[in-house]
Nanobody, 122 residues
Framework: QVQLVESGGGLVQAGGSLRLSCAAS????????MGWFRQAPGKEREFVAA????????YYAESVKGRFTISRDNAKKTVYLQMNSLKPEDTAVYYC???????????????WGQGTQVTVSS
């Protein structure tokens, strides 16, 4: 089992940056692929970024490619999402997820955290 807690959300102006963190607990964190998803009011939850168990492979939604970077520190059992050049359309609750493979976490997420609010003003 893995438990996930997101942090780092807040209010930022368009063009600014935020770094989200997702802290995990559990015995097998380093074996999980990790991902970030987001959900805006009235919209479905959508995939943002994912990273393999080793950190060697990453995958991004087209809407954030070149602006967001996912990384992980297995020693700290933490996954990060560095968000640069933020746009108002990035406003959403951001969730992290854990699953057994990169393809699976991209497709369906997995075990979820409770989310952290990101608001980007114009």
């Amino acid at each position: 089992q893995v438990q996930l807690v997101e942090s780092g959300g807040g209010l930022v102006q368009a063009g600014g940056s935020l770094r989200l963190s997702c802290a995990a607990s559990g015995r097998t964190f380093s074996s999980y692929a990790m991902g970030w998803f987001r959900q805006a009011p009235g919209k479905e939850r959508e995939f943002v970024a994912a990273i393999s168990w080793s950190g060697g492979t990453t995958y991004y939604a087209e809407s954030v490619k070149g602006r967001f970077t996912i990384s992980r520190d297995n020693a700290k059992k933490t996954v990060y999402l560095q968000m640069n050049s933020l746009k108002p359309e990035d406003t959403a609750v951001y969730y992290c997820a854990a699953n057994r493979s990169l393809s699976t976490v991209v497709a369906v997420g997995g075990s979820w955290g409770q989310g952290t609010q990101v608001t980007v003003s114009s």
